[in-house]
């Protein structure tokens, strides 16, 4: 009998915990993606300063390759579908 991780996981940890798990896993993607990074984030117990910056300066120059064309934009569809078929092999 195989036992997914979600099951071995709630059998581990108290009733409650777990119940807050099952909902969690009953969110939406985005509803579940930002609960994700609250929880996260509340992780971080030192923030580097620079770090905020230092992601600015990434997403502008991020953006900037697309506006100039120096990237090729690809759906998200087509991306998975290319992840999993290089995984595959």
Same mark, same amino acid.
């Given at each position: 009998? &195989?036992?997914? $991780? =979600?099951? #071995?996981?709630? /059998? $581990? @940890?108290?009733?409650? +915990?777990?119940?807050?798990?099952?909902?969690?896993?009953? *969110?939406?993607?985005?509803? %579940?993606? #930002?609960?994700?990074? +609250? *929880?996260?984030?509340?992780?971080?117990?030192?923030?580097?300063? /620079? #770090?905020?910056? #230092?992601w %600015?300066?990434?997403?502008?120059?991020r @953006?900037?390759?697309?506006?100039? /064309?120096? &990237?090729? *934009?690809?759906?998200?569809?087509? $991306? %998975?579908?290319?992840?999993?078929? %290089?995984?595959? =092999?």
């Amino acid at each position: 009998m &195989v036992v997914s $991780a =979600h099951a #071995a996981y709630n /059998g $581990a @940890v108290k009733a409650d +915990t777990a119940k807050l798990l099952s909902e969690a896993l009953s *969110l939406p993607s985005e509803a %579940r993606a #930002a609960l994700i990074d +609250t *929880l996260l984030e509340s992780l971080d117990s030192e923030i580097d300063p /620079g #770090a905020q910056e #230092a992601w %600015r300066q990434e997403i502008r120059r991020r @953006v900037q390759e697309i506006d100039n /064309g120096a &990237v090729k *934009l690809i759906a998200w569809d087509d $991306a %998975r579908r290319d992840l999993w078929a %290089r995984l595959q =092999h």
